[in-house]
């Protein structure tokens, strides 16, 4: 099991002057979505953004996580989203 | 042939790879079906991998990508990403003009 809430921490810990919204949709510790922006994202392409995100999760994106629809934003992306 | 250079060589044989699991035809997993209808939507020729029939590879990918899911889709030797960032970018028009770039 994991928490939404676990989640955030440690994504908002690993990544600068960064916010991560993390909701447990299915409310089963396994399911997640997620919306971070964080500055380290700009000028990467999305699929360096995310891997960033799994990156801040280690392992337990292979062990606890089980899925994690993840949309990712620049401070500024997340003011014109 | 180790099962990086195994992928190592899929990527580079074909431009437009997808990892996923099940085939095309019979996907055994959302994800990869909305990653098949994505590629199918946009007309452009593909090839599959299952990764269900070949457990050294579903591993190795996620290595070879430093990415934790399946499916994965590389375009031009290059890893795009998986389902979700397909879907972004094939609503934003990004993936088509990537696929269009010769």
């Not at chain 1, 396994?30 to 999305?46: I, M, N, W, Y």
């Not at chain 1, 280690?58 to 620049?74: E, F, N």
Request: proline share 5%.
């Amino acid at each position: 099991m994991f928490s939404a809430q676990r989640i955030q921490v440690l994504v908002e810990t690993a990544l600068p002057n960064c916010v991560a919204d993390v909701r447990d949709d299915a409310n089963d510790g396994e399911h997640f979505s997620a919306d971070v922006t964080s500055s380290a994202f700009v000028g990467l392409p999305r699929v360096r953004q995310h891997q960033m995100v799994y990156a801040a999760l280690g392992d337990h994106m292979k062990r606890d996580i089980h899925a994690l629809a993840l949309k990712t934003y620049t401070p500024d992306a997340w003011k014109t989203r | 042939m180790t099962v990086q250079a195994r992928i190592q060589k899929l990527v580079e044989d074909n431009r437009v790879l997808l990892m996923m699991k099940g085939t095309p035809d019979y996907p055994q997993c959302g994800f990869s079906m909305r990653a098949v209808s994505i590629l199918r939507s946009l007309g452009v020729p593909f090839q599959a991998v299952d990764v269900l029939a070949d457990p050294e590879i579903r591993q190795g990918v996620k290595e070879f990508s430093n990415w934790p899911t399946i499916p994965q889709l590389f375009i031009d030797k290059e890893f795009v990403g998986g389902s979700d960032i397909m879907m972004e970018m094939y609503e934003s028009g990004e993936l088509e003009k990537l696929l269009e770039k010769k």
